[in-house]
T-cell receptor
Framework: EAQVTQNPRYLITVTGKKLTVTCSQN?????MSWYRQDPGLGLRQIYY???????DKGDVPEGYKVSRKEKRNFPLILESPSPNQTSLYFC??????????????FGPGTRLTVT | KQEVTQIPAALSVPEGENLVLNCSFT??????LQWFRQDPGKGLTSLLL?????REQTSGRLNASLDKSSGRSTLYIAASQPGDSATYLC????????????FGQGTTLQVKP
C-alpha cells in the first residue's frame, strides 16, 4: 500500500531533550516536506526537500533540523525542544513539484507535547 | 502573497442533502488546488487535485471545480452521509517552486442522520 508513515504518533517530552520524528514514504517520491498544524494558524511548512541531499527552509524553520540521506526518509529533528513547539506535525511527499504538479500525500501526523 | 480562505468555518446539514464547500484564493497564479479531508486527530486524506489548466475533477460523490479568474474553488458533495462528517481543507500549490501548499482554515462539516 502506497503510504507516508510517521513515528512516533504521540510524544510527550520535556524542554531541552533532543528528539527525532521519523518520516518514510514507499512511493519513490522525490519531494518531501514537514508541516505543523496549530489552532488558529493552520498548517505551515517547516522544511522541504526536493531530492536526496537537497533541503531548504520553509516558513517556520526555527528550532528544527532535517536531513535527506535516503530518498524514502526525511526525519525531523528538534535539538532542544521548547513548549512553543507543541503541535501536530505532518510529513508529506509528492512525485515532484515541477509542473505538471502532482498530488501530495500526507502522513498520519505526530502529536508532540513539550512540557 | 497567496492567501486561501474557506467560508463557512462550520456547516451542519441533514443526511442526503447535496452541499457545496467554498474555497477562495487571492493570487490566480497557482499550479494546482488540492482538497483534503481531516478526521479529528487524524492525518490529511487527499480527495481531489485540480491542475491549473483544468476546470473540474470528479471522484465518486465528490466534484471539485476551479475558476482561476475569480479566485474560487468549490467542492460539491452529493447525497451527503454521516460518514462525510470531517474537516475539509483546500490548499493551493504556491508557484514559488518550494512545493509549499497554502492551506485554508478548513470547513468542519457535520452530517446529521
Amino acid at each position: 500500500e502506497a503510504q507516508v508513515t510517521q513515528n512516533p504518533r504521540y510524544l510527550i517530552t520535556v524542554t531541552g531533550k533532543k528528539l527525532t520524528v521519523t518520516c518514510s514514504q514507499n512511493m519513490n517520491h522525490e519531494y518531501m516536506s514537514w508541516y505543523r498544524q496549530d489552532p488558529g494558524l493552520g498548517l505551515r511548512q517547516i522544511y522541504y526537500s526536493m531530492n536526496v541531499e537537497v533541503t531548504d527552509k520553509g516558513d517556520v524553520p526555527e528550532g528544527y533540523k532535517v536531513s535527506r540521506k535516503e530518498k524514502r526518509n526525511f526525519p525531523l529533528i528538534l535539538e532542544s525542544p521548547s513548549p512553543n513547539q507543541t503541535s501536530l506535525y505532518f510529513c508529506a511527499s509528492s512525485r515532484t513539484t515541477s509542473p505538471p504538479s502532482y498530488e501530495q500525500y500526507f502522513g498520519p501526523g505526530t502529536r508532540l507535547t513539550v512540557t | 502573497k497567496q492567501e486561501v480562505t474557506q467560508i463557512p468555518a462550520a456547516l451542519s446539514v441533514p443526511e442526503g442533502e447535496n452541499l457545496v464547500l467554498n474555497c477562495s484564493f487571492t493570487d490566480s497564479a497557482i499550479y494546482n488546488l488540492q482538497w483534503f479531508r481531516q478526521d479529528p486527530g487524524k492525518g490529511l486524506t487527499s480527495l481531489l487535485l485540480i491542475q491549473s489548466s483544468q476546470r473540474e475533477q470528479t471522484s465518486g460523490r465528490l466534484n471539485a471545480s476551479l475558476d482561476k479568474s475569480s479566485g474560487r474553488s468549490t467542492l460539491y458533495i452529493a447525497a451527503s452521509q454521516p460518514g462525510d462528517s470531517a474537516t475539509y481543507l483546500c490548499a493551493a500549490l504556491d508557484p514559488s517552486n518550494t512545493g509549499k501548499l497554502i492551506f485554508g482554515q478548513g470547513t468542519t462539516l457535520q452530517v446529521k442522520p
